[in-house]
């Protein structure tokens, strides 16, 4: 099993920057592709950004394309997503994911392990 646990989400005013992270433990490996997902309530859970194992790709929601971008740091089995130029819309609960293969995926049912959420809220 591998536990994810995300931190960073807050309140923030529009046009302001968040970083998210998110620590894996457990069985990881460096072979997971990962990725973020994020969800408000009565919606289904939308994809927003994901990364290969080796940071050697990523892709993005077209949505926030241009003001999000996701790293990951293997050492310390950690992924961020860096948020600038936040946007009221970008309000939701923020989901870590990874999946046992390398492969990028935009389909939620594709990923194997999910962290509990962390809130961003965008205030106008």
């Known amino acids: 099993q591998v536990q994810l646990v995300e931190s960073g989400g807050g309140l923030v005013q529009a046009g302001g920057s968040l970083r998210l992270s998110c620590a894996a433990s457990?069985?990881?490996?460096?072979?997971?592709?990962m990725g973020w997902f994020r969800q408000t309530p009565g919606k289904e859970r939308e994809f927003v950004a994901a990364?290969?194992?080796?940071?050697?790709?990523?892709y993005y929601a077209d949505s926030v394309k241009g003001r999000f971008t996701i790293s990951r740091d293997n050492a310390k089995n950690t992924v961020y997503l860096q948020m600038n130029s936040l946007k009221p819309e970008d309000t939701a609960v923020y989901y870590c994911?990874?999946?046992?293969?390398?492969?990028?995926?935009?389909?939620?049912?594709?990923?194997?392990?999910w962290g509990q959420g962390t809130q961003v809220t965008v205030s106008s």
């Open positions: 994911t990874a999946r046992r293969g390398n492969s990028i995926m935009v389909d939620r049912y594709r990923y194997d392990y």
């Open positions: 990364i290969s194992s080796g940071s050697e790709n990523t």
């Open positions: 457990g069985r990881t490996s460096s072979s997971n592709a």
